[in-house]
């Protein structure tokens, strides 16, 4: 089955620096790579998402990069703010028209914004 | 729009009682189910996900069972807890027969079992 790494289990930047968070994949086969958010005590939250045949996709100052032949993907948070502080999940999943059952979760990372 | 309802929020069980925990969603028909369980500090474990009425398959093998008595609730049970089943539990839908969609989810029921 698939399987998820990430990086780095916890994170610390100054408020307004910059924020990378990468994962990696096994199974070449997969396509669709989501990423939450979760505060304390809350539930997880989508941010953003990608497609296989999508190699960057951005929104404000989130951005998710995908290299399928070195099966990577990353999270970058560009200006970062104290309420950027949370947990962040990667995920990888099979999309087969409709076969869209199972995500495999990153073991998540603990990004701390210092003001 | 839709929304996803989990119940109860927080459960404190002694050891050996049994459980119940029910999630629903509304807004939508025919989604996909699913049941997470997250230990203090650790990442999400898929328990169970159900794609139909009935249809319920288990990741895990464990004390705990799923059922899905209608198409747009799913509740997760067990006969007996154990002090490992503390946790935070969260439910999760997601569109069915249509590709990359991501999961939904509730707010979570946070057990602790004494």
């Known amino acids: 089955g698939e399987n998820v790494e990430q990086h780095p289990s916890t994170l610390s930047v100054q408020e307004g620096d910059s924020a990378v968070i990468k994962c990696t994949y096994s199974?070449?086969?997969?396509?669709?790579f989501p990423w939450y958010k979760q505060e304390l005590g809350k539930r997880p939250q989508l941010i953003i998402d990608?497609?296989?045949?999508?190699g960057e996709k951005k929104d404000q100052r989130i951005a998710v990069t995908l290299n399928k032949t070195a099966k990577h993907f990353s999270l970058h948070i560009t200006e970062t703010q104290p309420e950027d502080s949370a947990v962040y999940f990667c995920?990888?999943?099979?999309?087969?028209?409709?076969?869209?059952?199972?995500?495999?979760f990153g073991k998540g990372t603990l990004l701390t914004v210092n003001p | 729009s839709q929304t996803i309802h989990q119940w109860p929020a927080t459960l404190v069980q002694p050891v050996g009682s049994p459980l119940s925990l029910e999630c629903t969603v509304e807004?939508?028909?025919?989604?996909?189910l699913y049941w997470y369980r997250q230990a203090a500090g650790r990442g999400l474990q898929l328990l169970f996900y159900?794609?139909?009425?009935?249809?319920i398959s288990s990741e895990v093998p464990q004390n705990l069972s799923a059922s899905r008595p209608q198409d747009r609730q799913f509740i997760l049970s067990s006969k007996k807890l154990l002090l490992s089943d503390s946790g935070f539990y969260l439910c999760?839908?997601?569109?069915?027969?249509?590709?990359?969609?991501?999961?939904?989810f509730g707010d979570g029921t946070r057990l602790s079992i004494l």
């Open positions: 159900s794609v139909g009425i009935g249809q």
């Open positions: 999760a839908w997601s569109v069915r027969d249509r590709g990359y969609q991501p999961q939904h």
């Open positions: 807004g939508t028909s025919n989604p996909n």
């Open positions: 199974d070449s086969a997969s396509n669709y």
């Open positions: 995920a990888a999943s099979l999309n087969s028209g409709g076969s869209n059952y199972k995500l495999t």
């Open positions: 990608i497609r296989s045949n999508v």
